[in-house]
């Protein structure tokens, strides 16, 4: 079983940046394909983006395309998103996941971003 801790987040201008990390302990992430979503009040969880650990693919929310980047360190077994020109609307709770399979069944307990104009 893979834990999940997330870090990074605060308050933040609109036009301004964030890099939140998700760090994780008990397995490696090696065999996971790890993403992060967000939580706007009042809204669902949204998909953000998602790393293949194995070959590094990505995929990306069209709402972050271009802004967004998500990465991650093998040694440090730690995910990363840099979120960059940041918007009201990037406002949420962001949570890193983890999923073996079809299945997103590992998350962290989440961070706040807030993003003012």
């Known amino acids: 079983q893979v834990q999940l801790i997330e870090s990074g987040g605060g308050l933040v201008q609109a036009g301004g940046s964030l890099r939140l990390s998700c760090a994780a302990s008990?397995?490696?992430?090696?065999?996971?394909?790890t993403g992060w979503f967000r939580q706007a009040p009042g809204k669902e969880r949204d998909f953000v983006t998602a790393?293949?650990?194995?070959?590094?693919?990505?995929k990306y929310a069209d709402s972050v395309k271009g802004r967004f980047t998500i990465s991650r360190d093998n040694a440090k077994n730690t995910m990363y998103l840099q979120m960059n020109m940041l918007k009201r609307e990037d406002t949420a709770v962001y949570y890193c996941?983890?999923?073996?399979?079809?299945?997103?069944?590992?998350w962290g307990q989440g961070t706040q971003v807030t993003v003012s104009s």
């Open positions: 996941a983890a999923k073996e399979g079809v299945r997103w069944g590992y």
């Open positions: 008990g397995r490696t992430l090696s065999r996971y394909t």
């Open positions: 790393i293949t650990w194995s070959d590094g693919s990505t």
